[in-house]
Structures are given as structure tokens and as C-alpha cells.
DNA sequence: CAGTGGTCTAGACCACCCC
DNA sequence: GGGTGGTCTAGACCACTGA
């Protein structure tokens, strides 16, 4: 029960840091060290388990990376949760991955203007009296006159110099923000809903207002959580599709 | 800019380490090291680094954390992408946030049947004249009698026997099986896209076939891609609503 | 200031892969 | 068998935290 490893003959056991990290584990799950409390120092820690420092250091990595602890140099390492967290993850290379566009699609800008948004449209923004680059626009499929979504970008006021590029050249808005200024896009939250198709939207795609559409609604943020930019899409929904995949990741035990 | 870490005086720099892993990082990306490659061997890096072994270990840790290499026992490590993975992460704790649905919602089951489903319905479930499960019912908000989405649930014949639990007792299909049988939900796809109600449908929620429906359908794999159990949901367009947030993890330096 | 975790060295044995 | 990465030890200096 105690020490394997080592120069002794059978070896054919786990490693002794991944017992640690377990035995670790389930002192935390069992509430032994409890949410928010400093576990033993690493020094006592090597006591008790007979161990080198590096070894009972790649156990609380292990902790460290499964979310459960959290070390800080000076302090200690604390008790962040009880069981592992992020058990299914959507994840993606890039954004573009999110937006699902073809790669083959153009943005075709319809109207480019400095202006207080009407409220009512983007509620959740903050749109509050401030004034915003508005651009809208038509995304096509290229070499197609098929629209895929009429769209609405609302950019910071920061990055109104933004504008003078849009006119040339290609690549998404935000991302052509983030090369120029040097800001980072920490944050996307985007959501779906269905609506009918707004006038102006009906018109730019030659529908009508009683068919039915696909809003998406992006606000892209950076680290500070301010916005740098938001759009809202109307996707004819006779088009539309969105498909996501998850995956199961960490965390194996504690959900038996 | 050999060695600046040890006794010598000025350590005010970065670790020795992450500077092995950035200039391994940068040869990487340029192509010196070619992705499918073998790495120099760890004591050839700490040779050219001057390092020791651990310093070198602790560099080519950064770089399996960022998925650009894999190393292997015996044999080495490889370079498997020339740029860091997973930008953009949607992360939840559970299957229960990628539904969305509220907690005081409960299933009331129609019709439970083995059969063989009609085609054209599950396209891509692999549904080639074999028998499942088959759970037709509507996802309810508790103590209330609107309806949020009619369900058909197909479930593996291999779980066939969960038929029994429904009767009783609560709790997602999806989990139910994963304690009855041991098995895990490892991936799960969903889709999202926009169609008329479907009779049966409209009739389980006193709508009509011209009501515009979100068809939500999911797949849900084991870890052998096998199909554990699928599910197409028919929601009432004017109550359906999804929202998603990713945030930016790892990966900070190659995309500016 | 004492004590913590972060970094680093030097050396060792082992399990595994490939020749 | 020879070389690789995986694990482990013993000891050291440093940066940071908190009293």
C-alpha cells in the first residue's frame, strides 16, 4: 500500500504520482479537503507519501489540469471543485468554424454609416444613446447571386477607422479588427431564433416579409468583456442549417 | 541568449523552458520541423539547450498541451500540427446545458414500440432495416401543460431492455442508459434547421402543419462512433431559442 | 521575515519500440 | 540490444505571499 515504485522488483503498477493524484482526488471528492480549502504543502505531502517533491508535483499537475486545484507560489494550492469540470466540449480551430460559412462566400456591403442604432433590434448590447459603425450587408455564395443571410454588423466606436478598409480587400470583420488594432476576440456568444423576415432583409434577398427567418445573433468580446462587435443575421430558413459537435473530454470517474 | 536562468544574476526573464517550447513552437510553424516529423531527442535538445532533462521535458509539455506534438515511449515525438488546436471552445459540465432545458421540464411518453423506422427521417442514423427502440413523447414544463418540443427517441437495440425503467422514475433516456448498461456517451452531434410541423407533431402540441417547427436532431456515440441513441425534436418556432457561448483558450501567439 | 510553490540540475532505473 | 521516452530521487536557488 505504500511504496512500489522504486528500485524494488514489481513495477507493473500505475505510476506512483497518478495513485497520489488519485488518492488526492477522492479525499476532495469525499469532502476530506473541502471547496475553497488550502491542501497539505507539497513538503508535507513528500512525507507523506514517501515521495520526491517532482513526484508528488506531477500528481497535483494532474489535479492542477482535471479543474480540481488551483496553486499559486506563496500561497498554497486550493481546492477549486469537488469533480472534474468541462465534461463536453464544442471546439473549433477557428471561428469561422462557429459561422459554418462556406469558405467560397463573399460579403457584398450594402451601406457603411456612424449612427445611434435604434434600440429594440439589439437589446443585449449596451446600445445604450452610444453611436456605432453599422454596416450592412448581403452574404453571397461567390460566383452565385444566391444570398445566404442579410446581415447587420454593429462595430465599437473604437474601431470606427475600421471603414476605410472594408471598401478593399476580404476577411471577416472581426478579424480584420483584431490584425489592425491588436485586440483579441476573448469571447463569442451567439444565439438562434426564428422570426419572420424583417422588410429590409425580405427586400435585400427578394423574399418577402411572411417567410420565415433565421436570426443569429453574435456579440464578440474581448478579454474585458466589452464588445468589439455584433451583427445580427437573417438566414432564409428554408437554407439554414447548423450542425455542432461534442465531444466528451477528462473526467472519467466521478460519473459512474 | 544561451543561458540566463541558474545562480547566475539577472533571472528577471522567462522561464528556460518556455523558451525551448517558443523557439520549438516557431520551428515548428516555419517548417523546420515538419508536421509528421520526429523532434530531436530529448537529449539532443538538452545538448543544443544546455538544459536538463526536466527543463526539456517541461518545454516539450507546453507543446503536447498545445497539441502540436505526441510523444511516445520508445520511439519519440512527433509533430502533429504546425498551429496550436482548439481556438474556441463551447465547454459545458453536462449534456443538460446543450439542450437547454430548464430543470422543471419532464418527459410524458406516448408510445413506446420496437420497430424498424421509416426511412427518410433519420438519414444519417445508419438505419438500414435494422430494429430500435422506438419512444415517441412531449417534453413538458412541469405542472404546466405547454408543451416545449414532441420528441422521437431511437434507442440501440442493444439497450432495448431501458423499455422497462421509462415507466418510472425520471431522468434523461441518455443518462438512464449509461448507468443500467456502463457505457458512455463519448460525442454528440446535433443539428439544428427549419421545417413545417410534422402531423403527428402538430397534433401532440394542438398545432397545425403550417406551423413553422425547429427540427432539432441528435446523435448520440460511444466511443466507438456506435450509435447509443438518436432523437428528432420538433419545437414550436415562436418558442424556440438558442444560445451559445465560446470563449478563446490556449493559443495565444500565432494569429495575430 | 519564514514558508510556499516555481524552476532547475544531475543522476538513475525502467518500459517500450525498433532493429 | 541499443536507444527512446516515462518515472523517480536528492538537492538547490529563486520569486512570491502573507504575517
Known sequence: ???????????????????????????????????GALLPTEGELCREFRSSRHTVREALRLLTTAGLI????????????????????????????????????????????VAVPEPGNFPDIGTDGAEWLIVRGLRLKRDEDIPICASTVLVNKTYTDIAEDLATGAGAIYRRIEKRFGVEVAEVVQDITVTSMPARAALAMSLTQTDVAVQVRRRYL????????????????DRFSYTMQLRREGAKRPWS
Do not use: W
Open 70 to 113: 488551483s496553486c499559486r507560489q506563496g500561497s498554497g494550492c486550493r481546492v477549486m471543485a469537488a469533480v472534474p469540470h468541462q465534461n463536453y466540449v464544442h471546439a473549433m480551430r477557428s471561428l469561422d468554424q462557429l459561422f459554418q460559412y462556406a469558405s467560397d462566400t463573399r460579403f457584398f456591403i450594402e451601406k457603411t454609416e
Open 1 to 35: 500500500m505504500t511504496s512500489p515504485a522504486k528500485g524494488s522488483g514489481a513495477v507493473n503498477e500505475r505510476p506512483q504520482y497518478v495513485r497520489i493524484s488519485d488518492l488526492l482526488r477522492d479525499r476532495i471528492a469525499s469532502g476530506s479537503y473541502g471547496v
Open 222 to 237: 474581448d478579454k474585458d468583456k466589452r464588445v468589439i462587435l455584433a451583427s445580427v443575421n437573417y438566414h432564409p430558413a
